[in-house]
Protein backbone atom coordinates (compact mmCIF):
# COMPACT_ATOMS: atom_id res chain seq x y z
CA UNK A 1 0.00 0.00 0.00
CA UNK A 2 1.83 2.63 -1.00
CA UNK A 3 2.73 5.79 1.49
CA UNK A 4 0.20 8.79 1.56
CA UNK A 5 2.55 12.47 0.96
CA UNK A 6 3.66 14.02 3.55
CA UNK A 7 5.35 17.96 4.56
CA UNK A 8 8.42 17.35 4.34
CA UNK A 9 10.33 19.36 7.43
CA UNK A 10 13.34 21.20 6.61
CA UNK A 11 16.57 19.95 7.56
CA UNK A 12 17.21 23.14 9.28
CA UNK A 13 14.06 22.55 11.51
CA UNK A 14 14.32 19.27 12.02
CA UNK A 15 17.74 19.60 13.12
CA UNK A 16 17.09 22.42 15.64
CA UNK A 17 14.48 19.99 17.22
CA UNK A 18 16.43 17.42 17.49
CA UNK A 19 19.08 19.31 19.06
CA UNK A 20 16.38 20.87 21.88
CA UNK A 21 14.66 17.15 22.51
CA UNK A 22 18.47 16.44 23.18
CA UNK A 23 19.44 19.53 25.40
CA UNK A 24 16.30 19.09 27.48
CA UNK A 25 17.00 15.27 27.92
CA UNK A 26 20.00 16.28 29.83
CA UNK A 27 19.03 18.71 32.07
CA UNK A 28 17.75 18.72 35.09
CA UNK A 29 14.21 20.84 35.25
CA UNK A 30 13.55 23.46 37.73
CA UNK A 31 10.00 22.19 39.20
CA UNK A 32 7.09 23.99 37.60
CA UNK A 33 4.48 24.82 39.87
CA UNK A 34 1.11 23.21 39.00
CA UNK A 35 -2.18 23.83 39.74
CA UNK A 36 -4.95 21.16 38.91
CA UNK A 37 -8.21 22.42 37.81
CA UNK A 38 -11.08 21.76 35.54
CA UNK A 39 -10.68 25.50 33.28
CA UNK A 40 -7.26 27.15 33.65
CA UNK A 41 -7.61 31.11 34.58
CA UNK A 42 -5.46 31.57 31.16
CA UNK A 43 -5.25 29.66 27.73
CA UNK A 44 -1.94 31.10 26.65
CA UNK A 45 0.35 28.47 24.76
CA UNK A 46 3.71 28.38 24.40
CA UNK A 47 6.23 26.25 21.74
CA UNK A 48 8.89 25.53 23.51
CA UNK A 49 9.84 22.35 25.35
CA UNK A 50 9.80 21.35 29.04
CA UNK A 51 11.07 18.79 31.06
CA UNK A 52 9.86 15.27 30.62
CA UNK A 53 9.97 13.93 34.17
CA UNK A 54 6.20 14.64 36.17
CA UNK A 55 7.21 18.16 38.28
CA UNK A 56 6.09 17.44 41.74
CA UNK A 57 2.26 17.69 42.88
CA UNK A 58 2.27 21.31 44.06
CA UNK A 59 -0.10 24.51 43.96
CA UNK A 60 -0.41 25.48 40.63
CA UNK A 61 0.11 29.55 40.30
CA UNK A 62 -1.46 31.31 37.22
CA UNK A 63 0.94 32.08 34.83
CA UNK A 64 2.87 35.43 34.00
CA UNK A 65 2.15 37.38 31.06
CA UNK A 66 5.00 40.35 30.54
CA UNK A 67 3.70 42.74 27.68
CA UNK A 68 7.01 44.91 25.96
CA UNK A 69 5.96 48.82 26.96
CA UNK A 70 3.34 49.85 24.07
CA UNK A 71 2.91 53.15 22.75
CA UNK A 72 -0.02 53.68 20.35
CA UNK A 73 1.01 53.99 16.46
CA UNK A 74 -1.87 54.17 13.65
CA UNK A 75 0.55 53.36 11.02
CA UNK A 76 -0.22 50.24 8.87
CA UNK A 77 3.01 48.71 9.65
CA UNK A 78 2.91 49.31 13.50
CA UNK A 79 3.52 45.75 15.83
CA UNK A 80 2.81 44.64 19.16
CA UNK A 81 4.84 42.35 20.82
CA UNK A 82 3.40 39.95 23.91
CA UNK A 83 5.73 37.45 25.36
CA UNK A 84 4.79 34.95 27.55
CA UNK A 85 6.92 33.89 30.57
CA UNK A 86 4.66 30.82 31.57
CA UNK A 87 1.41 29.45 30.45
CA UNK A 88 -0.73 26.50 30.85
CA UNK A 89 -2.95 25.48 28.08
CA UNK A 90 -6.82 25.14 27.88
CA UNK A 91 -7.42 22.22 29.58
CA UNK A 92 -11.25 21.45 28.96
CA UNK A 93 -11.90 18.28 29.08
CA UNK A 94 -12.60 16.13 25.80
CA UNK A 95 -13.75 12.73 27.28
CA UNK A 96 -16.97 11.25 27.92
CA UNK A 97 -19.05 13.27 30.36
CA UNK A 98 -20.94 10.87 32.88
CA UNK A 99 -21.90 10.98 36.60
CA UNK A 100 -19.37 10.28 39.29
CA UNK A 101 -20.18 6.78 40.14
CA UNK A 102 -20.69 5.96 36.56
CA UNK A 103 -18.42 3.18 35.36
CA UNK A 104 -17.31 2.83 31.65
CA UNK A 105 -16.85 -0.70 30.65
CA UNK A 106 -13.53 -2.09 29.74
CA UNK A 107 -14.61 -4.05 26.29
CA UNK A 108 -12.77 -3.12 23.23
CA UNK A 109 -15.10 -2.01 21.24
CA UNK A 110 -17.49 -3.50 18.04
CA UNK A 111 -16.36 -1.98 15.65
CA UNK A 112 -18.33 -2.46 12.01
CA UNK A 113 -16.60 -2.75 8.93
CA UNK A 114 -15.56 0.29 7.41
CA UNK A 115 -13.28 0.06 4.38
CA UNK A 116 -9.16 1.39 5.18
CA UNK A 117 -9.24 4.43 3.09
CA UNK A 118 -6.18 5.24 1.62
CA UNK A 119 -4.62 7.84 -1.05
CA UNK A 120 -3.51 5.49 -4.05
CA UNK A 121 -2.04 7.12 -6.63
CA UNK A 122 -2.74 5.47 -10.35
CA UNK A 123 -0.46 2.99 -11.10
CA UNK A 124 0.63 1.24 -14.70
CA UNK A 125 -2.32 0.13 -16.79
CA UNK A 126 -2.41 -3.56 -16.32
CA UNK A 127 -0.72 -6.21 -19.40
CA UNK A 128 -2.84 -8.30 -21.34
CA UNK A 129 -1.77 -11.10 -19.39
CA UNK A 130 -1.53 -9.09 -15.94
CA UNK A 131 -4.31 -10.04 -13.30
CA UNK A 132 -5.35 -6.75 -11.18
CA UNK A 133 -4.86 -7.16 -7.34
CA UNK A 134 -7.37 -5.48 -4.76
CA UNK A 135 -7.20 -2.23 -4.43
CA UNK A 136 -7.57 -0.14 -1.46
CA UNK A 137 -11.34 2.12 -1.51
CA UNK A 138 -9.68 5.77 -2.71
CA UNK A 139 -10.43 9.13 -0.42
CA UNK A 140 -13.91 10.41 -1.32
CA UNK A 141 -13.66 14.48 -2.60
CA UNK A 142 -15.21 16.25 -0.14
CA UNK A 143 -16.14 19.84 -0.55
CA UNK A 144 -13.48 21.71 1.57
CA UNK A 145 -15.50 24.94 1.78
CA UNK A 146 -17.53 23.15 4.06
CA UNK A 147 -14.54 21.59 6.65
CA UNK A 148 -13.07 23.67 9.15
CA UNK A 149 -10.16 22.97 11.64
CA UNK A 150 -9.75 25.05 15.42
CA UNK A 151 -6.39 26.43 15.75
CA UNK A 152 -4.88 27.71 19.16
CA UNK A 153 -4.17 31.15 18.35
CA UNK A 154 -1.96 31.94 21.48
CA UNK A 155 1.22 32.36 19.90
CA UNK A 156 3.42 35.00 18.28
CA UNK A 157 2.18 36.75 15.09
CA UNK A 158 4.84 35.19 13.47
CA UNK A 159 4.31 31.62 14.60
CA UNK A 160 1.18 32.66 14.14
CA UNK A 161 1.88 33.55 9.96
CA UNK A 162 3.68 30.22 9.38
CA UNK A 163 0.90 28.04 10.95
CA UNK A 164 -1.81 29.65 8.70
CA UNK A 165 1.01 29.24 5.70
CA UNK A 166 2.68 26.19 5.94
CA UNK A 167 0.34 24.19 8.51
CA UNK A 168 -3.54 25.58 7.57
CA UNK A 169 -3.56 26.32 3.90
CA UNK A 170 -1.83 22.92 2.77
CA UNK A 171 -5.16 20.84 3.92
CA UNK A 172 -7.62 22.61 1.79
CA UNK A 173 -10.16 23.43 4.31
CA UNK A 174 -12.46 26.79 3.90
CA UNK A 175 -12.97 27.58 7.67
CA UNK A 176 -10.70 28.45 10.38
CA UNK A 177 -12.14 28.10 13.94
CA UNK A 178 -10.81 30.37 16.92
CA UNK A 179 -12.04 30.65 20.51
CA UNK A 180 -12.18 34.23 21.64
CA UNK A 181 -11.29 34.42 24.92
CA UNK A 182 -13.12 37.18 26.47
CA UNK A 183 -11.08 37.34 29.76
CA UNK A 184 -8.04 37.58 28.09
CA UNK A 185 -8.59 39.99 25.97
CA UNK A 186 -10.16 42.22 27.63
CA UNK A 187 -8.81 42.24 31.73
CA UNK A 188 -9.62 45.45 32.76
CA UNK A 189 -12.62 46.83 31.36
CA UNK A 190 -15.37 47.17 28.27
CA UNK A 191 -13.13 49.88 26.71
CA UNK A 192 -9.41 47.69 27.08
CA UNK A 193 -7.63 48.46 24.09
CA UNK A 194 -4.11 46.62 24.68
CA UNK A 195 -1.59 44.84 23.17
CA UNK A 196 -3.67 41.62 23.39
CA UNK A 197 -6.12 42.46 21.65
CA UNK A 198 -4.44 44.37 19.10
CA UNK A 199 -2.35 41.22 18.78
CA UNK A 200 -5.55 39.09 18.19
CA UNK A 201 -6.67 41.41 15.41
CA UNK A 202 -4.17 41.37 13.65
CA UNK A 203 -3.89 37.23 13.64
CA UNK A 204 -7.65 37.32 12.43
CA UNK A 205 -6.87 39.47 9.64
CA UNK A 206 -3.80 37.23 9.05
CA UNK A 207 -5.96 33.97 8.86
CA UNK A 208 -8.59 35.40 6.88
CA UNK A 209 -6.20 36.71 4.30
CA UNK A 210 -5.50 33.38 2.18
CA UNK A 211 -9.61 32.79 1.77
CA UNK A 212 -10.72 31.42 5.33
CA UNK A 213 -13.97 32.19 6.53
CA UNK A 214 -13.56 32.76 10.03
CA UNK A 215 -15.97 31.65 12.70
CA UNK A 216 -15.08 32.95 16.39
CA UNK A 217 -16.23 31.36 18.98
CA UNK A 218 -16.75 33.95 22.19
CA UNK A 219 -16.59 32.16 25.66
CA UNK A 220 -15.07 32.96 29.25
CA UNK A 221 -16.18 36.43 30.28
CA UNK A 222 -13.65 38.72 32.73
CA UNK A 223 -13.82 38.96 36.49
CA UNK A 224 -14.89 42.63 36.13
CA UNK A 225 -18.23 41.66 34.72
CA UNK A 226 -19.18 38.62 37.09
CA UNK A 227 -18.92 38.24 40.80
CA UNK A 228 -18.92 34.34 41.08
CA UNK A 229 -14.96 33.28 39.74
CA UNK A 230 -14.98 29.24 40.83
CA UNK A 231 -14.55 28.20 37.19
CA UNK A 232 -15.22 30.05 33.73
CA UNK A 233 -18.78 31.72 32.59
CA UNK A 234 -20.73 34.33 31.34
CA UNK A 235 -21.48 37.77 32.54
CA UNK A 236 -23.74 38.64 35.80
CA UNK A 237 -25.48 41.02 32.78
CA UNK A 238 -26.26 39.39 29.55
CA UNK A 239 -25.75 43.02 27.67
CA UNK A 240 -21.95 42.79 28.83
CA UNK A 241 -21.95 40.48 26.07
CA UNK A 242 -23.65 42.19 23.89
CA UNK A 243 -21.42 45.32 24.51
CA UNK A 244 -18.37 43.02 23.83
CA UNK A 245 -19.18 41.54 20.56
CA UNK A 246 -19.95 45.26 19.16
CA UNK A 247 -16.91 46.39 20.12
CA UNK A 248 -14.95 43.64 18.59
CA UNK A 249 -16.92 43.60 15.25
CA UNK A 250 -16.38 47.61 15.28
CA UNK A 251 -12.73 46.71 14.83
CA UNK A 252 -10.56 45.08 12.02
CA UNK A 253 -12.21 41.71 13.00
CA UNK A 254 -15.82 42.69 11.89
CA UNK A 255 -15.24 42.75 7.86
CA UNK A 256 -13.38 39.27 7.74
CA UNK A 257 -15.44 37.70 10.28
CA UNK A 258 -18.32 35.25 8.30
CA UNK A 259 -19.56 33.43 11.74
CA UNK A 260 -20.08 33.89 15.16
CA UNK A 261 -20.83 31.14 17.88
CA UNK A 262 -22.04 32.55 21.01
CA UNK A 263 -20.30 30.82 23.97
CA UNK A 264 -19.31 27.23 24.20
CA UNK A 265 -20.88 23.89 26.10
CA UNK A 266 -22.98 26.21 28.60
CA UNK A 267 -24.85 23.12 29.48
CA UNK A 268 -21.37 22.17 31.52
CA UNK A 269 -21.07 24.23 34.93
CA UNK A 270 -17.74 24.76 34.35
CA UNK A 271 -18.47 26.80 31.64
CA UNK A 272 -21.51 28.38 33.07
CA UNK A 273 -20.63 29.07 36.78
CA UNK A 274 -22.49 32.53 37.68
CA UNK A 275 -25.76 34.13 38.29
CA UNK A 276 -27.71 33.08 35.25
CA UNK A 277 -29.26 29.91 35.61
CA UNK A 278 -27.52 26.97 34.58
CA UNK A 279 -30.41 25.67 31.98
CA UNK A 280 -31.50 26.43 28.41
CA UNK A 281 -33.19 29.45 29.53
CA UNK A 282 -30.35 31.02 31.37
CA UNK A 283 -28.43 30.15 28.21
CA UNK A 284 -31.17 32.28 26.12
CA UNK A 285 -30.89 35.17 28.22
CA UNK A 286 -27.11 35.34 26.85
CA UNK A 287 -28.12 34.50 23.38
CA UNK A 288 -30.43 37.02 22.72
CA UNK A 289 -28.72 40.60 23.17
CA UNK A 290 -25.61 38.76 21.37
CA UNK A 291 -27.70 38.18 18.53
CA UNK A 292 -28.73 41.98 17.96
CA UNK A 293 -25.58 43.47 18.50
CA UNK A 294 -24.19 41.02 15.44
CA UNK A 295 -27.51 42.14 13.63
CA UNK A 296 -26.88 45.55 14.21
CA UNK A 297 -23.55 44.91 12.77
CA UNK A 298 -24.75 42.52 9.74
CA UNK A 299 -27.38 40.66 8.18
CA UNK A 300 -25.09 38.71 6.90
CA UNK A 301 -22.85 36.90 9.22
CA UNK A 302 -24.05 33.42 10.62
CA UNK A 303 -25.27 33.31 14.22
CA UNK A 304 -24.40 29.81 15.37
CA UNK A 305 -26.22 28.48 18.94
CA UNK A 306 -23.24 27.51 21.16
CA UNK A 307 -22.05 23.85 20.75
CA UNK A 308 -23.52 21.86 23.13
CA UNK A 309 -21.43 18.95 24.94
CA UNK A 310 -22.97 15.37 24.73
CA UNK A 311 -23.28 14.46 28.26
CA UNK A 312 -25.71 12.70 30.52
CA UNK A 313 -27.57 14.78 33.23
CA UNK A 314 -25.41 15.00 36.64
CA UNK A 315 -23.73 17.41 39.06
CA UNK A 316 -22.36 19.87 36.50
CA UNK A 317 -23.53 19.07 33.53
CA UNK A 318 -27.19 18.90 31.87
CA UNK A 319 -27.78 16.63 29.29
CA UNK A 320 -27.63 18.43 25.81
CA UNK A 321 -30.90 17.20 24.45
CA UNK A 322 -32.46 18.11 27.47
CA UNK A 323 -30.51 21.64 27.22
CA UNK A 324 -31.92 22.04 23.76
CA UNK A 325 -35.64 21.60 24.47
CA UNK A 326 -35.26 24.11 27.25
CA UNK A 327 -33.87 26.70 24.77
CA UNK A 328 -36.66 25.83 22.86
CA UNK A 329 -38.95 26.28 25.09
CA UNK A 330 -37.38 29.90 26.17
CA UNK A 331 -38.08 30.90 22.38
CA UNK A 332 -35.47 29.87 19.95
CA UNK A 333 -37.75 28.37 17.71
CA UNK A 334 -38.55 32.34 16.99
CA UNK A 335 -35.05 32.88 15.31
CA UNK A 336 -34.91 31.34 11.64
CA UNK A 337 -32.11 32.73 10.25
CA UNK A 338 -29.64 31.01 12.68
CA UNK A 339 -27.92 27.71 12.62
CA UNK A 340 -28.02 24.89 15.84
CA UNK A 341 -23.93 24.60 16.66
CA UNK A 342 -23.74 20.50 18.01
CA UNK A 343 -20.62 18.84 19.30
CA UNK A 344 -21.26 15.41 18.02
CA UNK A 345 -18.20 13.47 19.43
CA UNK A 346 -18.01 9.61 18.68
CA UNK A 347 -15.35 8.94 21.57
CA UNK A 348 -14.00 4.89 20.89
CA UNK A 349 -17.24 4.37 18.06
CA UNK A 350 -16.81 4.31 14.64
CA UNK A 351 -19.13 6.99 12.92
CA UNK A 352 -21.44 4.76 11.30
CA UNK A 353 -22.08 2.54 14.65
CA UNK A 354 -25.25 2.87 16.26
CA UNK A 355 -26.34 3.07 19.52
CA UNK A 356 -27.65 0.78 21.30
CA UNK A 357 -27.15 -3.53 20.47
CA UNK A 358 -30.12 -5.60 21.12
CA UNK A 359 -29.47 -7.56 24.79
CA UNK A 360 -28.44 -10.45 22.94
CA UNK A 361 -25.71 -8.91 20.71
CA UNK A 362 -22.38 -8.41 22.06
CA UNK A 363 -22.31 -4.82 23.80
CA UNK A 364 -20.02 -2.14 22.69
CA UNK A 365 -17.23 0.09 24.50
CA UNK A 366 -20.32 2.05 25.81
CA UNK A 367 -24.10 1.41 25.47
CA UNK A 368 -25.23 5.06 26.16
CA UNK A 369 -26.25 7.47 22.86
CA UNK A 370 -24.27 10.18 23.97
CA UNK A 371 -20.96 8.50 22.96
CA UNK A 372 -21.86 8.09 18.95
CA UNK A 373 -21.48 10.15 16.18
CA UNK A 374 -24.42 9.43 14.26
CA UNK A 375 -26.65 9.27 17.26
CA UNK A 376 -25.90 12.53 18.51
CA UNK A 377 -26.26 14.42 14.92
CA UNK A 378 -29.70 12.28 15.08
CA UNK A 379 -31.16 12.89 17.86
CA UNK A 380 -30.16 16.48 17.99
CA UNK A 381 -32.20 17.23 15.15
CA UNK A 382 -35.34 15.08 16.25
CA UNK A 383 -35.57 17.92 18.48
CA UNK A 384 -35.31 21.12 16.26
CA UNK A 385 -37.67 19.03 14.33
CA UNK A 386 -40.63 18.90 17.02
CA UNK A 387 -39.46 22.87 17.42
CA UNK A 388 -40.22 24.21 13.82
CA UNK A 389 -37.04 24.23 13.14
CA UNK A 390 -37.11 21.40 9.85
CA UNK A 391 -35.51 24.08 7.69
CA UNK A 392 -32.69 25.42 9.80
CA UNK A 393 -29.17 23.71 9.38
CA UNK A 394 -27.12 22.06 11.72
CA UNK A 395 -23.11 23.22 12.21
CA UNK A 396 -20.77 20.84 13.50
CA UNK A 397 -18.45 23.08 15.42
CA UNK A 398 -16.52 20.72 17.01
CA UNK A 399 -15.65 16.82 16.41
CA UNK A 400 -13.50 14.55 16.13
CA UNK A 401 -11.74 11.28 17.33
CA UNK A 402 -8.52 11.28 19.60
CA UNK A 403 -5.91 8.71 19.53
CA UNK A 404 -3.18 8.14 21.74
CA UNK A 405 -1.85 5.62 19.15
CA UNK A 406 2.64 6.50 19.24
CA UNK A 407 2.53 8.53 22.53
CA UNK A 408 5.35 8.75 24.81
CA UNK A 409 3.21 8.37 28.00
CA UNK A 410 0.33 6.62 28.89
CA UNK A 411 -3.58 7.93 27.47
CA UNK A 412 -5.24 9.69 30.42
CA UNK A 413 -8.35 7.74 29.50
CA UNK A 414 -8.93 3.55 28.42
CA UNK A 415 -11.11 4.37 25.36
CA UNK A 416 -8.12 6.29 23.79
CA UNK A 417 -6.29 3.25 23.29
CA UNK A 418 -9.47 1.67 20.96
CA UNK A 419 -8.60 4.08 17.79
CA UNK A 420 -5.58 4.21 16.25
CA UNK A 421 -3.97 7.21 14.37
CA UNK A 422 -5.19 5.30 10.85
CA UNK A 423 -8.51 5.27 12.42
CA UNK A 424 -8.65 8.23 13.12
CA UNK A 425 -8.23 9.58 9.72
CA UNK A 426 -10.63 6.76 8.42
CA UNK A 427 -13.44 7.58 11.24
CA UNK A 428 -12.93 11.53 10.30
CA UNK A 429 -13.16 11.02 6.36
CA UNK A 430 -15.99 9.04 6.37
CA UNK A 431 -17.97 11.34 8.99
CA UNK A 432 -17.07 13.59 6.80
CA UNK A 433 -18.85 11.86 3.68
CA UNK A 434 -21.67 11.18 5.65
CA UNK A 435 -22.13 14.71 6.86
CA UNK A 436 -21.34 16.71 3.81
CA UNK A 437 -22.73 14.40 0.79
CA UNK A 438 -25.47 11.74 2.34
CA UNK A 439 -27.45 14.43 4.80
CA UNK A 440 -28.86 17.57 3.64
CA UNK A 441 -29.24 19.24 7.07
CA UNK A 442 -25.32 20.07 7.46
CA UNK A 443 -23.67 23.23 6.77
CA UNK A 444 -20.10 23.46 8.03
CA UNK A 445 -18.41 20.81 10.34
CA UNK A 446 -15.62 22.28 12.14
CA UNK A 447 -12.87 19.27 13.19
CA UNK A 448 -11.25 19.92 16.65
CA UNK A 449 -8.01 20.02 16.46
CA UNK A 450 -4.68 21.34 14.17
CA UNK A 451 -2.30 22.09 16.74
CA UNK A 452 -3.37 22.36 20.11
CA UNK A 453 -0.76 19.65 21.34
CA UNK A 454 2.32 21.16 23.32
CA UNK A 455 5.37 19.81 24.77
CA UNK A 456 3.22 20.58 28.44
CA UNK A 457 -0.09 19.18 27.41
CA UNK A 458 1.12 15.72 26.24
CA UNK A 459 3.88 15.96 29.10
CA UNK A 460 0.68 16.19 31.50
CA UNK A 461 -1.17 13.42 29.38
CA UNK A 462 -4.29 15.90 28.44
CA UNK A 463 -6.93 15.03 26.42
CA UNK A 464 -6.07 17.90 23.74
CA UNK A 465 -3.32 16.07 22.46
CA UNK A 466 -5.27 13.20 21.46
CA UNK A 467 -7.00 15.08 18.94
CA UNK A 468 -4.51 17.38 17.88
CA UNK A 469 -3.72 16.78 13.80
CA UNK A 470 0.22 18.44 14.50
CA UNK A 471 1.61 16.94 17.29
CA UNK A 472 5.24 17.61 18.96
CA UNK A 473 5.74 14.37 20.66
CA UNK A 474 5.63 12.40 17.15
CA UNK A 475 7.66 11.71 14.14
CA UNK A 476 6.37 13.06 11.69
CA UNK A 477 4.01 15.57 13.36
CA UNK A 478 1.66 15.08 10.85
CA UNK A 479 -0.69 12.46 11.61
CA UNK A 480 -2.02 10.64 8.85
CA UNK A 481 -5.59 12.52 9.30
CA UNK A 482 -3.82 15.95 8.26
CA UNK A 483 -2.55 14.21 4.78
CA UNK A 484 -6.28 13.11 4.52
CA UNK A 485 -7.36 16.25 4.40
CA UNK A 486 -5.82 17.26 1.41
CA UNK A 487 -6.33 14.54 0.01
CA UNK A 488 -10.69 14.49 0.12
CA UNK A 489 -10.41 18.26 -0.10
CA UNK A 490 -7.77 18.75 -3.25
CA UNK A 491 -5.70 21.01 -1.43
CA UNK A 492 -2.41 21.94 -1.96
CA UNK A 493 -0.80 18.62 -0.05
CA UNK A 494 -3.01 16.02 -1.60
CA UNK A 495 -2.10 17.23 -5.39
Avoid at 119 to 135: A, E, K, Q
Avoid at 259 to 287: K, Q, S
Avoid at 415 to 439: D, F, K, P
Wanted: hydrophobic letters at 35%.
Amino acid sequence: MPAMKRTRTPLSLMTAVVLAVLLFACTTPEPIQVRITPTPNATITVATAVPTSTPPETTLEAPILTLTPYAPDTSPTSEVTVEVAAALPDATIRGPLVSTDYQLPTLPPVIIDIPTITNTPPGPTPGPTDTPGPSPTPYPTLDGDRIGLQLDSNLDFESWERLIADRAVPTGVGWIKIQVNWAFLQPDGPDDWNPQMQLFERQIEQAARPGFNILLSIAKAPSWTRTDLTEDGPPDDPQELADFIAFMLGTKIGPVTSAIEVWNEPNLIREWRGTLPHNGAGYMTLFRPAYDAIRAYSPDITIVTAGLAPTSTFEGAVDDRDFLRQMYQAGLSSYTDVVIGIHPYGWGNPPDARCCGEPDEEPGWDEDPHFFFYENIEEMRQIMNENGHQTVPLWITEFGWATWDGMPNEAPELWMTYNTAQEQANYTVRALEIGLQERDDIGVMILWNLNFANPFIVEQRSEIAGYSLLNPAIFPQERPLYNALAVVTGGPEGE
